[in-house]
């Protein structure tokens, strides 16, 4: 996957993904970020939304709020 690949988020949360996390990360660590957390058995990405304040925000479906936390917590 490709980061011209990913379209925002529509709304809705996969099955078995259901909490959704808004990361804030630079967007040159786009391609570390989408390496590590891509299409997980924990995490799935379902959008971004373009660069603000020389951020991006990436929308991380999760398969719980712990794994939600330790995202927060690992890339903000």
């Known amino acids: 996957m490709r980061y011209g ?4 988020a529509d709304g809705r949360l996969p099955r078995d993904y259901p909490v959704l996390a808004h990361i ?3 967007p040159v ?3 570390e970020f989408e390496r590590l957390i891509g299409d997980t058995p924990v995490t799935k990405i379902i959008g971004r ?3 603000r304040d020389e951020r991006l925000v990436v929308h991380v479906a999760c398969a719980s709020t712990s794994v939600r936390d330790r995202l927060l917590d690992g890339w903000e």
């Open 24 to 26: 804030n990360i630079d």
């Open 29 to 31: 660590k786009w391609f």
């Open 5 to 8: 690949d990913i379209q925002p």
């Open 49 to 51: 939304d373009n660069s």
